[in-house]
């Protein structure tokens, strides 16, 4: 009969012990997190940011490959490289404006073609990327941590497949000529600072940087505003990431 009235106590007793030392309601709701159903799995994590970032380089690509592309987009546009600003402004002096305006007009237009063959080279880039990788990013407090580090990663492989297209593409617009004519003519002034820019580097660089500003955008729409969402597996990775629950995935 005594037994019947000591195993409540004991009951009682084991209880009181485990939320004390366990905290049973902060496990369970640790634990809930981690079986919640909707929770993303690494692969469907790893799928959505390789999702949003092609989104990104076709979006990005498609706005910059039009005609004004970089030319109106002052975010991206390309002018004089930067140790070249003195030759502009001694040209422009001299009344040699419009071949300022042909060179600056030619480069942009260079860029704009080349972007139209970017895209794919991008794309294919991504393949690099791993699961664990996507994970850290997802869950980063950087909102542009997909771009950032598409860009560190890849950057030296994609603009040794760029260049080559760069320079195909500022022979076709005269890019080459004109700059050729500007600088030959300014090198001639006596006293001069020789310009002896690599118009391909330059040109190659600020492309491709005007490439990445633009997947930047699109990550941060994607981030930050769910009606950018525009599939079910992006609408529940980012979901989760807005949602900021324990960073414990299911495996």
Known sequence: MKSIFIIPIILVLVLKTSTAQFKIPQVIKEAANLVKPDNPSPAEIGSAIKEALEIGISAGADRLSIANGFLGNDAVKLLFPPEAKKLEKTLRSLGMNKACDDFILSVNRAAELAAKEAKPIFISALKEMSIQD???ILLSKQKNAATSYFQRVTGAALRSKFQPIIQASLAKTETTRYWTDLSTKYNQIPLASKIN???????TQKAMEGLFHEIEQEELKIRQNSAFRS?????????????GLDPKLNE
């Open 231 to 243: 599939s079910p597996l992006l609408k529940k990775v980012f979901g989760y990431s807005d949602s």
């Open 134 to 136: 996507a994970q850290n």
């Open 197 to 203: 820019t690599d118009l391909s580097d330059y040109a």
